[in-house]
């Protein structure tokens, strides 16, 4: 991965690899299948949007109207196919990690809800408000999540980005999970 991507992407999946071995020790997955995962979420990131465009078309992916339209949505399921044809993983579990890091969805898998808060809290990340979700994520996979998703929400809501339903729904879930606890 050193090699395929430039510095700051690979420091980035570094982080989110270690971010994610990190989480699966603490939740009880596996950790050496989370260090992939992390380390591969973001191999979609290395094409440009056109580039990303035409794989999808070229692999008659099947994506929806939001994801089609936004860069930062459409790396994650180009990037899961791309994982397993130019990196040759074939673990569905690691395949389906990468592919819903962006928007999330409800039912993920543990293996899934570590790889987006790890995107969210690796090392290298510094927004206002991470401290908080490295503080739940401690203790609390799913109530750091909330966290996370609700920043997710919000940022795409100020920058004016379409909202993919299925972060609303991912939301929605962790609240009706959270509130059932
Ligand atoms: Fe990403
Ligand atoms: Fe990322």
Redesign the pocket.
């Known amino acids: 991965m050193q090699k395929i991507l430039d510095g700051r992407l690979y420091r980035h999946c570094l982080g989110v690899a270690e971010a994610a071995e990190t989480l699966a020790c603490r939740f009880g997955a596996d950790p050496g299948r989370a260090y992939v995962a992390g380390m591969v979420?973001?191999y979609?990131?290395r094409y440009s949007f056109q580039e990303l465009i035409n794989k999808a078309a070229e692999l008659k992916l099947s994506l929806d109207r939001v994801t089609i339209r936004e860069c930062k949505l459409l790396?994650?399921p180009v990037g899961a196919a791309l994982v397993e044809l130019e990196l040759g993983i074939t673990d569905p579990g690691i395949i389906k990690a990468v592919a819903s890091?962006?928007t999330g969805r409800p039912g993920m898998t543990l293996l899934e809800k570590i790889i987006y808060l790890a995107?969210y809290i690796e090392a290298g990340r510094r927004y206002e408000g991470v401290e908080k979700i490295r503080g739940a994520a401690i203790n609390d996979l799913d109530g750091a999540l909330l966290i996370a998703v609700n920043h997710a929400l919000n940022s795409v809501i100020a920058r004016g980005l379409l909202l993919h339903p299925c972060s609303v729904a991912f939301r929605n879930s962790l609240l009706v999970d959270i509130s059932g606890r």
């Open positions: 979420h973001d979609g990131k790396h994650a890091h962006t995107d």
